[in-house]
Protein backbone atom coordinates (compact mmCIF):
# COMPACT_ATOMS: atom_id res chain seq x y z
CA UNK A 1 0.00 0.00 0.00
CA UNK A 2 1.80 3.55 -0.88
CA UNK A 3 0.35 4.98 2.29
CA UNK A 4 2.17 3.33 4.08
CA UNK A 5 5.37 3.55 1.71
CA UNK A 6 4.48 6.71 2.49
CA UNK A 7 4.63 6.60 6.29
CA UNK A 8 7.82 5.42 6.34
CA UNK A 9 9.82 7.68 4.11
CA UNK A 10 8.46 10.37 6.26
CA UNK A 11 9.93 8.66 9.54
CA UNK A 12 13.24 8.31 7.96
CA UNK A 13 12.74 12.28 7.18
CA UNK A 14 12.18 12.40 10.97
CA UNK A 15 15.10 10.21 11.87
CA UNK A 16 17.52 12.80 9.45
CA UNK A 17 15.85 15.72 11.27
CA UNK A 18 16.06 14.70 14.69
CA UNK A 19 19.63 14.06 14.33
CA UNK A 20 20.60 17.29 12.89
CA UNK A 21 18.50 19.06 15.83
CA UNK A 22 20.61 16.91 18.45
CA UNK A 23 24.05 18.43 16.37
CA UNK A 24 22.54 21.65 15.89
CA UNK A 25 22.09 22.06 20.12
CA UNK A 26 25.77 19.97 20.94
CA UNK A 27 27.16 22.64 18.65
CA UNK A 28 25.11 25.53 20.60
CA UNK A 29 26.04 23.94 24.03
CA UNK A 30 29.38 24.38 23.10
CA UNK A 31 29.09 27.86 21.56
CA UNK A 32 31.90 29.16 24.26
CA UNK A 33 33.95 26.08 25.11
CA UNK A 34 37.40 26.63 24.84
CA UNK A 35 40.86 24.71 24.96
CA UNK A 36 41.64 24.12 28.56
CA UNK A 37 45.66 23.66 27.81
CA UNK A 38 47.65 26.30 26.09
CA UNK A 39 47.74 25.53 22.16
CA UNK A 40 44.90 23.24 22.61
CA UNK A 41 41.75 23.53 19.85
CA UNK A 42 38.40 24.93 21.34
CA UNK A 43 35.40 23.03 20.27
CA UNK A 44 34.72 22.51 16.38
CA UNK A 45 31.24 23.47 15.44
CA UNK A 46 29.63 20.02 13.65
CA UNK A 47 27.81 19.48 10.81
CA UNK A 48 25.14 17.01 8.87
CA UNK A 49 25.25 15.84 5.73
CA UNK A 50 22.01 13.66 4.23
CA UNK A 51 22.06 11.02 1.56
CA UNK A 52 19.50 8.95 -0.28
CA UNK A 53 19.45 5.21 0.55
CA UNK A 54 17.72 2.93 -1.49
CA UNK A 55 15.06 0.66 1.23
CA UNK A 56 14.66 -2.25 -0.97
CA UNK A 57 11.88 -3.29 1.29
CA UNK A 58 9.81 -0.05 0.06
CA UNK A 59 11.27 -0.22 -3.33
CA UNK A 60 12.48 3.48 -3.09
CA UNK A 61 14.87 5.60 -1.83
CA UNK A 62 14.70 7.35 1.56
CA UNK A 63 16.74 10.29 3.01
CA UNK A 64 19.37 9.06 5.76
CA UNK A 65 22.35 10.91 8.01
CA UNK A 66 25.24 10.12 5.59
CA UNK A 67 28.03 11.71 8.00
CA UNK A 68 28.44 13.88 11.02
CA UNK A 69 31.43 15.60 10.37
CA UNK A 70 33.69 18.83 11.35
CA UNK A 71 33.59 22.54 10.22
CA UNK A 72 36.45 23.77 8.20
CA UNK A 73 37.56 26.92 8.67
CA UNK A 74 39.46 29.01 11.11
CA UNK A 75 39.14 29.98 14.42
CA UNK A 76 39.08 33.38 15.46
CA UNK A 77 41.48 34.56 17.89
CA UNK A 78 40.94 36.66 20.86
CA UNK A 79 43.66 38.65 23.28
CA UNK A 80 43.09 37.33 27.07
CA UNK A 81 46.36 36.40 28.16
CA UNK A 82 45.49 35.49 31.81
CA UNK A 83 43.37 32.42 30.33
CA UNK A 84 45.16 28.80 30.77
CA UNK A 85 44.62 27.84 26.80
CA UNK A 86 46.30 31.66 26.25
CA UNK A 87 49.50 30.80 23.72
CA UNK A 88 53.31 32.78 24.36
CA UNK A 89 51.24 35.76 22.84
CA UNK A 90 48.62 35.73 25.05
CA UNK A 91 46.02 34.84 22.23
CA UNK A 92 42.95 32.21 22.88
CA UNK A 93 41.38 30.43 20.32
CA UNK A 94 37.54 30.65 20.15
CA UNK A 95 34.88 27.86 18.47
CA UNK A 96 33.87 28.40 15.44
CA UNK A 97 30.25 28.04 16.41
CA UNK A 98 28.09 31.29 14.74
CA UNK A 99 25.08 30.44 17.29
CA UNK A 100 23.10 33.12 14.48
CA UNK A 101 23.97 30.51 11.98
CA UNK A 102 22.63 27.31 14.06
CA UNK A 103 19.45 29.25 15.07
CA UNK A 104 19.01 29.37 10.95
CA UNK A 105 19.96 25.61 10.85
CA UNK A 106 17.98 24.87 13.74
CA UNK A 107 14.42 26.52 12.33
CA UNK A 108 15.32 24.88 8.71
CA UNK A 109 15.42 21.32 10.75
CA UNK A 110 11.91 22.31 12.76
CA UNK A 111 10.39 23.14 9.14
CA UNK A 112 11.21 19.78 7.62
CA UNK A 113 10.47 17.91 11.11
CA UNK A 114 6.87 19.56 11.09
CA UNK A 115 6.35 18.71 7.15
CA UNK A 116 7.25 14.99 7.48
CA UNK A 117 4.40 15.11 10.50
CA UNK A 118 2.29 16.20 8.37
CA UNK A 119 2.79 13.98 5.50
CA UNK A 120 2.21 11.46 8.55
CA UNK A 121 -0.54 12.66 9.75
CA UNK A 122 -2.56 12.91 6.25
CA UNK A 123 -1.85 9.17 5.60
CA UNK A 124 -3.34 8.21 9.11
CA UNK A 125 -6.35 10.42 7.93
CA UNK A 126 -6.14 9.08 4.73
CA UNK A 127 -5.67 5.17 5.87
CA UNK A 128 -8.64 5.54 8.66
CA UNK A 129 -10.62 6.98 6.34
CA UNK A 130 -10.14 4.05 3.90
CA UNK A 131 -10.79 1.73 6.81
CA UNK A 132 -14.04 3.28 8.15
CA UNK A 133 -15.31 3.11 4.73
CA UNK A 134 -14.39 -0.67 4.12
CA UNK A 135 -16.08 -1.25 7.11
CA UNK A 136 -18.95 1.07 7.12
Known amino acids: M ?34 QTPGGEPYRRKVVSFGSMLDRTLGMKTVRVTKIGTAAGDFERRYDPAHPA ?17 LNDMREAQRSYQANLNVIDAAKTMISRTIDILHG
Do not use: C, F, W
Open 86 to 102: ADQDGYVLLPNVNPLIE
Open 2 to 35: DLVKSLRVSAAGLAAESTRLRVVAENLANADSMA
